[in-house]
């Protein structure tokens, strides 16, 4: 459920909170799909994100969800977890074995265990319930603006990396692993390592990261970093449980150490 603005009822916060949220190098017509049995809540966030400016589709279980992806291309999927039929985490992981559009999960489940599958299946974000639709609204636009980080201003920069091997392709976002083989990441994990990669040998704290990967929110959760940082390890590393590559630093954060190439 919702977590209402005070004073405002139940409509009229959809339109008074417009000033919340600006437009920062987020396309205005991106298109959100909402996936969440609760027409109520479909209903509002509906009108709430198109009065903001974006296009929003909305289902009510993975058979509806399935049906607007086929019909339109979708920039960032809204999915409760308590969906009837198939769950959440389930849509979530099988979305992950074909694509890396970017995923906000939604619960009413608090609980920490939760939130970690979540963002162990490939989320990007966290949500629970009840929540204030500002809140997702900058989680949303935080996310979108991900993959537009490089702007005018960093265009000169290196776009290619290689290490022990690797390349890390910044302009085409892709990451090809020793063999010539491409390793399928989401957005996050993506910024995470380019972050990463750019501050090769520097001992980052995970608020750094967050900056660097573009994860500005204040509501950021406090342990995404260190599931990104696993999920990359598991991608990346031969044994993740003995990492060569993103090392962990005790009480300073994660020091990326092999040496650069740049292209």
């Not at 000033?19 to 017509?29: F, N, Q, S, W």
């Not at 049995?37 to 009510?60: T, Y």
């Not at 993959?147 to 085409?172: H, N, V």
Request: glycine fraction near 6%; hydrophobic fraction near 40%; charged fraction near 30%.
């Amino acid at each position: 459920m919702f977590k209402p603005l005070g004073g405002y009822g139940r409509l009229p916060w959809v339109q008074r909170a417009s000033y919340i949220v600006r437009e920062t190098g987020v396309k205005t017509d991106a298109h959100i799909l909402i996936v969440d049995d609760d027409r109520e809540i479909r209903d509002l966030l509906q009108e709430f994100f198109l009065k903001h400016g974006l296009r929003v589709s909305v289902a009510g279980d993975a058979e509806e969800m399935q049906a607007s992806m086929r019909h339109a291309a979708v920039d960032l999927l809204i999915l409760d977890v308590m969906l009837p039929g198939k769950s959440g985490l389930d849509i979530c992981r099988e979305i992950r074995a074909w694509s890396r559009v970017p995923i906000i999960m939604l619960t009413a489940v608090t609980e920490t265990v939760d939130r970690v599958v979540g963002l162990e299946m490939g989320a990007d974000d966290y949500v629970p319930k009840p929540f204030d639709p500002r809140e997702l609204l900058a989680r949303v636009r935080a996310v979108l603006r991900r993959p537009a980080m490089a702007g005018p201003s960093q265009r000169q920069e290196p776009q290619i990396y290689k290490f022990a091997g690797w390349t890390l392709d910044c302009a085409r976002r892709r990451l090809i692993a020793p063999g010539d083989v491409r390793v399928e990441l989401t957005t996050a994990e993506f910024n995470l390592l380019q972050a990463l990669v750019k501050s090769s040998q520097r001992v980052l704290s995970r608020d750094q990261l967050m900056e660097l990967a573009g994860n500005d929110n204040e509501y950021g959760y406090d342990r995404s970093v260190d599931i990104l940082v696993s999920r990359l390890r598991r991608k990346m590393e031969d044994d993740p449980r003995s990492p060569k590559l993103i090392l962990t630093v005790r009480g300073g954060g994660y020091q990326f150490v092999p040496e650069i190439a740049i292209e």
